[in-house]
């Protein structure tokens, strides 16, 4: 064997590649080398063990007559758990980087977790675990797995509404992982365990924290200083209820009131914000503390999104508190896709897209979602505007989830400026007429303008008439699109209408590949002719 593979870092590179075959076989290759090659025992066991997805394969790693399975494929001891046991079990544990153990893919029997913690060394049982994703077990279990090194930790207790002992479980991880970078506590129960007065120290105890998730039932003022103190906090997800009132969820702060014990300025390093709320953020929060002042990013979840002032309020909020240069991506979602639609259309259910002029500062947007029930207006001249503003423009969604019965004002015309002026767009959802389309000048139906980028586009309830013409067209302006999504009200969907409309829109979906084909054709061909 050549001494450069005898290096454990060259041998750690070729096992990574060969753990990542397509053809499922990485595992069984990697064990195999283990048996059968000394030299490279370590380097494959070490990968092998890397990332497990249960307990079981621990378990089974302990002598054949300690566990047994059942009809059911649940994994069981059948003797006493010995010490001898556990240093069979730790040859492997100490290569363990990544952890996940989620209560309903989990075959290791109830049991075996006490007789575990039972005999778990002082040097604990994962000493280099890196990663765990704990979801719906008992918080008794939880310091099992607990490690000086743990990096990243998503708990969730789920049926367990056991608050003392969970957050018993979740204050000894934060003493024995001071380090832990990425915490998340999804969950309902993780509500019951924010609103402890036990949580804060938690909270504050942490430095290193930079992306942090939480289901909550409110935030009090000292859980809102105890996050605004991390120095290296950049990504805060916050899901509140959705039977929460506005009144409820923020502290009631006044003005003039100064965060207080907090190094340095709150939320510096803050650049990712993911809201699931309603209504808006107080402005006497967003005055005292700058939530929004370094944002790159903005996700707001709405239970409620039917009301269109809701949504002009978070535009309105972004506008005056996000900073132009730094602001790249703003998404506004229903919190649940499965809502009944609207009743008949009134002036509240009407989001007017003219209220986006207020964004038109923001040049280095990338990213508008806006996917809502309210009925969205827009037309061409605000669509123009809009393009105009962001030329860097790569992902736009307004309104096609709203399947409004209005008719769309934006027409071709309007698509072909949006395509013009942004040109890395490489994601469009937009509702727009189809029935009458604009035809360019030398022989080319979108007058020259074309986005090879864009393999999806989202037309939503677009009318559509002559799915031929319709074809023609986006094969010249959009010759990479695969796929065409349509969607409509929940009332309408079953309609014969909506089912004919839907049709024509396949058709387009079958025919634009063919015509972007041949349209290749006849380039290649007339490059051909000129040389």
């Known amino acids: ?31 195999a080398c283990a048996r059968t090659s000394k030299p490279f025992a370590e380097s494959a066991l070490d990968i092998l063990w890397s990332e497990l997805p249960s307990l079981e394969p621990l378990v089974r790693s302990m002598p054949w007559d300690l566990w047994k399975k059942d009809y059911s494929g ?44 039972e005999h778990t060394p002082p040097a604990l049982l994962f000493p280099n675990l890196l990663s765990l994703v704990w979801t719906d077990r ?19 207790f789920g049926v367990y509404n056991t608050t003392y002992s969970a957050l018993f479980s979740v204050q000894h991880m934060m003493r024995v992982s001071p380090h832990l970078e990425d915490v998340a506590f999804p969950g309902p129960s993780a509500r019951q365990i924010s609103t402890s007065p036990e949580f804060l120290p938690v909270i504050t105890s942490l430095r290193d924290v930079r992306e942090f998730t939480c289901f909550v039932n409110s935030v009090s003022g000292e859980c809102l200083r105890g ?53 808006t953020i107080p402005p006497a929060v967003l005055a005292q503390y700058p939530l929004l002042v370094n944002l790159k990013s903005v996700r707001v979840h709405l239970p409620d999104d039917s009301e269109a002032s809701l949504i002009e309020d978070w535009l309105s909020d972004v506008s005056r508190h996000c900073s132009p240069h730094l602001l790249n991506a ?28 207020s964004l038109i500062p923001f040049a280095n947007l990338r990213t508008l979602d806006i996917t809502l029930r309210c009925a969205v207006l827009l037309d061409n001249a605000i669509l123009q505007e809009l393009a105009a503003s ?43 007429d189809a029935r009458t389309l604009h035809h360019g000048t030398h022989g080319r139906p979108g007058a020259g303008v074309c986005n090879d980028k864009i393999t999806t586009i989202h037309v939503g309830n677009s009318l559509i008439r002559d ?52 349209r290749g054709q006849e380039r290649n061909f007339r490059e051909t002719v000129r040389k």
């Open 330 to 357: 703003v998404s506004v979602h229903p919190a649940y896709r499965s809502q009944q639609p609207l009743s008949p259309l009134e002036p509240r259910h009407i989001f007017d897209c003219s209220v986006l002029r």
């Open 467 to 518: 799915p031929f013409d319709v074809a023609e067209f986006m094969s010249d302006i959009l010759p990479s699109v695969r796929e065409i999504k349509t969607v409509y009200q929940i009332s309408l969907a079953w309609s014969s209408a909506a089912q004919s409309q839907n049709k024509l829109w396949k058709d387009v979906e079958r025919l634009v590949p063919c015509l972007a084909k041949v």
């Open 74 to 117: 649940r994994v069981t001891f059948v003797r006493q758990l010995t010490k001898k046991d556990m240093n069979r079990c730790l040859h492997y544990a100490y290569r363990v980087r990544s952890l996940r153990i989620e209560r309903h893919h989990d075959l290791v029997d109830e049991t075996v977790y006490k007789a575990l913690l």
């Open 227 to 279: 996050l605004a103190s991390w120095p290296k906090l950049r990504k805060l997800t916050l899901v509140w209820p959705a039977e929460s009132e506005r009144s409820s969820t923020w502290p009631d702060l006044s003005y003039d009131q100064s965060p207080v014990d907090i190094l340095g300025t709150p939320f510096e390093s803050l650049t990712h914000l993911d809201l699931t709320m309603n209504g």
């Open 390 to 432: 962001w030329p860097h423009l790569q992902q736009l969604n307004i309104g096609v989830q709203s399947g409004s019965t209005e008719e769309p004002q934006v027409t071709s015309s309007g698509l072909l400026a949006l395509l013009n002026l942004c040109p890395d767009l490489d994601y469009l959802g937009l509702v727009f």
């Open 138 to 156: 008992d918080p008794v279990y939880l310091p099992l797995f607990i490690s000086t090194c743990l990096r990243t930790a998503h708990i969730s």
């Open 1 to 31: 064997m050549h001494r450069c593979i005898a290096l454990p870092e060259i041998q750690a590179h070729i096992f990574c590649y060969l753990a990542s075959d397509p053809r499922g076989r990485g595992r069984s290759s990697l064990a």
